[in-house]
């Protein structure tokens, strides 16, 4: 099973095109140590011709355009591709934005949580995907799901959702709810274990996560690979930058370190290989020569890169 990590960074990318933040000017200037990154998905194979999506980013086009294995075959027809599905994680417009520029009527499946697909059935725009060409198709939490193309024909990968601590989508937020999450409910933010039956390993993506409470840590314990959520390193890290008034906690994402942090949580779990994913413009873990990298990877934990590739 190979995983493509198509896009590393959060919702705008990473240099942000508004941001002026020290990181996103040296990106924008070339700077050697800080990588740009497109928005936030993955890509998964069992057999290297049959692709699955989890998450469209709005940079889809361009993540496409850098990866041939999600191109049309030379030899096709005019108008193919061998992505067969999209997955997705949570309603973040970072998540399912890319979908509207796969609506040139290419037949595939969209799975994600009864949660998620409400969202894309109650916004007319996503008709532009034709539901009797792109198939939709609810993930039940806690439970296998072979993951097929639009006539149904299995792509070799299985998946199995489950939720985890997050936030319903900001243009989703109910501002009179603030005390209760804003409107938060079961199935707003899961998390996925992919897997093929040709191996027994298993891959978990995690892109949004709010806390590990012990359930999740029971779940993890010794992963074969987790792509885990590293938005921030700190908690208030977007407000010291002044570039926001939101801390990870208000935004549904935990920050990488200290006590509380996810390094802290998941640590001492057997976890084989660990990779933080979608990674805000602030966070200074991607300056690749900050002592903030090198703690991150002195604790046993990569930072995910476009075009960076898992096998298992």
Same mark, same amino acid.
């Given at each position: 099973?190979?995983?493509?990590?198509?896009?590393?960074?959060?919702?705008?990318?990473?240099?942000?095109?508004?941001?002026?933040?020290?990181?996103?000017?040296?990106?924008?200037?070339?700077?050697?140590?800080?990588?740009?990154?497109?928005?936030?998905?993955?890509?998964?194979?069992?057999?290297?011709?049959?692709?699955?999506?989890?998450?469209?980013?709005?940079?889809?086009?361009?993540?496409?355009?850098?990866?041939?294995?999600?191109?049309?075959?030379?030899?096709?027809?005019?108008?193919?591709?061998?992505?067969?599905? @999209?997955?997705?994680?949570? +309603?973040?417009?970072?998540?399912?934005?890319?979908? $509207? &520029?796969?609506?040139?009527?290419?037949? !595939?499946?969209?799975?994600?949580?009864?949660?998620?697909?409400?969202?894309?059935?109650?916004?007319?725009?996503?008709?532009?995907?034709?539901?009797?060409?792109?198939?939709?198709?609810?993930?039940?939490?806690?439970?296998?799901?072979?993951?097929?193309?639009?006539?149904?024909?299995?792509?070799?990968?299985?998946?199995?959702?489950?939720?985890?601590?997050?936030?319903?989508?900001?243009?989703?937020?109910?501002?009179?709810?603030?005390?209760?999450?804003?409107?938060?409910?079961?199935?707003?933010?899961?998390?996925?274990?992919?897997?093929?039956?040709?191996?027994?390993?298993?891959?978990?993506? @995690?892109?949004?996560?709010? +806390?590990?409470?012990?359930?999740?840590?029971?779940? $993890? &314990?010794?992963?074969?690979?987790?792509? !885990?959520?590293?938005?921030?390193?700190?908690?208030?890290?977007?407000?010291?930058?002044?570039?926001?008034?939101?801390?990870?906690?208000?935004?549904?994402?935990?920050?990488?370190?200290?006590?509380?942090?996810?390094?802290?949580?998941?640590?001492?779990?057997?976890?084989?290989?660990?990779?933080?994913?979608?990674?805000?413009?602030?966070?200074?873990?991607?300056?690749?020569?900050?002592?903030?990298?090198?703690?991150?990877?002195?604790?046993?934990?990569?930072?995910?890169?476009?075009?960076?590739?898992?096998?298992?």
């Amino acid at each position: 099973m190979r995983l493509k990590i198509i896009g590393s960074a959060a919702g705008g990318g990473f240099p942000q095109w508004n941001c002026n933040y020290r990181l996103s000017r040296g990106a924008r200037s070339g700077g050697a140590n800080l990588r740009q990154r497109t928005q936030s998905s993955l890509a998964a194979s069992a057999n290297g011709m049959d692709w699955v999506l989890f998450n469209a980013s709005p940079d889809i086009r361009q993540q496409i355009a850098a990866t041939p294995e999600l191109q049309p075959d030379a030899s096709g027809p005019m108008r193919s591709t061998p992505i067969r599905a @999209v997955v997705l994680t949570n +309603a973040d417009v970072d998540h399912i934005a890319g979908l $509207l &520029s796969l609506r040139e009527r290419e037949p !595939f499946a969209i799975y994600a949580s009864a949660r998620i697909l409400d969202v894309l059935a109650s916004n007319s725009v996503f008709n532009v995907l034709d539901p009797s060409i792109v198939k939709r198709r609810t993930l039940v939490l806690d439970e296998p799901t072979r993951i097929g193309d639009a006539d149904g024909k299995p792509t070799g990968l299985v998946v199995e959702a489950f939720a985890v601590p997050g936030k319903v989508a900001l243009f989703l937020e109910d501002p009179d709810l603030a005390a209760q999450g804003f409107g938060t409910e079961k199935g707003d933010t899961i998390g996925l274990r992919i897997s093929s039956p040709d191996t027994r390993q298993a891959a978990y993506y @995690v892109p949004g996560c709010a +806390a590990v409470d012990p359930g999740l840590r029971r779940r $993890l &314990s010794n992963a074969d690979c987790l792509l !885990f959520d590293g938005t921030l390193f700190t908690d208030d890290e977007m407000i010291t930058a002044g570039v926001g008034t939101k801390t990870g906690a208000r935004m549904g994402h935990m920050h990488m370190s200290g006590p509380s942090g996810s390094m802290d949580a998941l640590a001492n779990l057997g976890i084989k290989r660990r990779i933080y994913i979608h990674i805000n413009n602030t966070n200074p873990v991607l300056d690749e020569a900050s002592a903030e990298r090198a703690g991150v990877e002195e604790a046993g934990w990569e930072v995910a890169h476009d075009g960076m590739e898992v096998r298992l």
